[in-house]
């Protein structure tokens, strides 16, 4: 079943045609990743998904219902939730609050409940805490959770960017470029952590990312971009060995390194 289908999505910025007729369907609960090289429109993509653009035309459909023509704002409390390719945290902030951030779309005191220190926003705010810290336990960083986001290795911030967008209660998870900037090491952890969410969540995983052997090694589906069309989509095995995939963006060395 398609959990999210866009149809003929284009967007267009001044004569530059960012995403041109762009087709998809994601099927529920699978892990799909978009690929092609620099400027090929993928983050344009996610961009017109979450509300950040208006499409020049086209449709989206989150379970069958369109979500173009929303903010952002409601595109999150519609279930999908991303991260950003240039890290986007509340640097001055705890760890702890930057996830709390995450939760303001499903808590219920209001400005003026607040100010007044009613005892329901008080538990409220203590079930947030709570709630924030043990989703700082499931992506691995509760040890943080006091230290300001700033202070954090650049790969722990990249996890705290996940931690945020899953207090939002996502059904759908964008991630774009998640493995950008991290060594071997926190990758084979983020690639446990992308399959985990995945399985525990009950997560739609979609996710733009360079990094090639992590998108062979999780993806179930593969969405190929390049100056903003669709060259190609199918699975790992298809893709690795798809002439115009490899003419465009793999290089010919891609069946045998990318496995
Ligand atoms: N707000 C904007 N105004 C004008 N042009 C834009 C805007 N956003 C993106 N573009 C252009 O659209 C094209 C696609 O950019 P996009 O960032 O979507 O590519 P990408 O595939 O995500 O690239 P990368 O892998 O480098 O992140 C590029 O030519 C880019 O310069």
């Known amino acids: 079943m398609s959990i999210l289908t866009v149809k003929n999505l284009t967007k267009q910025f001044g ?27 993928k983050t344009t993509f996610f961009n017109m998904v979450t509300g950040v653009y208006q499409p020049t035309s086209g449709e989206i459909l989150l379970n069958n219902e369109s979500i173009v023509g929303l903010k952002p704002h409601q595109v999150t409390k519609k279930g999908i939730a991303r991260t950003f390719q240039n890290i986007r945290l509340f640097g001055a902030i705890t760890v702890l609050e930057n996830v709390m951030i995450g ?94 969410m995945r399985a525990e969540l009950d997560l739609t995983i979609v996710l733009i990312e360079h990094d090639m052997k992590l998108v062979m090694e999780i993806s179930e589906h593969i969405v190929v971009l390049d100056h903003g069309e669709k060259i190609a989509e199918g699975t790992p095995d298809e893709i690795r060995n798809n002439e115009k995939v490899i003419e465009a963006y793999l290089g010919k060395g891609a069946a045998t390194t990318a496995s």
């Not at 045609?17 to 400027?39: F, H, L």
Request: proline share 5%; net charge positive.
């Open 103 to 196: 939760m303001h779309n499903h808590l219920h005191g209001g400005l003026f409940s607040t100010i007044l220190n009613l005892p329901r926003v008080r538990k409220e705010e203590k079930e947030a805490r709570k709630e924030a810290y043990r989703l700082l336990e499931y992506v691995g960083l509760e040890s943080f959770f006091n230290e300001e986001a700033r202070n954090l290795p650049y790969g722990a911030q990249r996890k705290l960017e996940i931690a945020r967008a899953l207090a939002t209660k996502p059904k759908v998870l964008l991630l774009d470029e998640p493995a950008a900037g991290m060594n071997p090491k926190e990758t084979s952890e983020l690639t446990k952590l992308i399959y985990n």
């Open 15 to 41: 004569g530059l045609v960012a995403n041109s007729n762009i087709n998809m369907e994601v099927q529920k609960g699978s892990i799909t990743a978009v690929i092609g090289p620099n400027g090929a429109g």
